[in-house]
């Protein structure tokens, strides 16, 4: 089974950096054109902050665009989002995933003083 690992999150102050990194393991995985971040905050719905095709296509949401950048190494079948900038909305559980199907444990992503 393929799985996802994200490392990275922890607690930053408002306009501070992270770098969440998402690795995937343990099998091939067919099917895939895309990995991305997805994020849940408490009450909320889950929601899509940014994608990257194995093309090199990127999405990203509203929100975050400008902030957040997403790359992605295909030979290591490895996603990262740089986040700078980072406000307290900004605060979630942050979910690696592929096509946004498979997804990994979350990393939690706090933005507070």
């Known amino acids: 089974q393929v799985q996802l690992v994200e490392s990275g999150g922890g607690l930053v102050q408002p306009g501070g950096s992270l770098r969440l990194s998402c690795a995937a393991s343990?099998?091939?995985?067919?099917?895939?054109?895309?990995m991305g971040w997805s994020r849940q905050a408490p009450g909320k719905q889950r929601e899509l902050v940014a994608a990257?095709?194995?093309?090199?296509?990127?999405t990203y949401a509203d929100s975050v665009k400008g902030r957040f950048t997403i790359s992605g190494d295909n030979a290591k079948n490895t996603v990262y989002l740089q986040m700078n900038s980072l406000k307290p909305e900004d605060t979630a559980v942050y979910y690696c995933n592929i096509n946004q199907a498979l997804w990994g444990q979350g990393t939690q992503v706090t933005v507070s003083s």
């Open positions: 990257i095709t194995f093309g090199g296509t990127t």
């Open positions: 343990g099998g091939t995985i067919v099917g895939a054109y895309a």
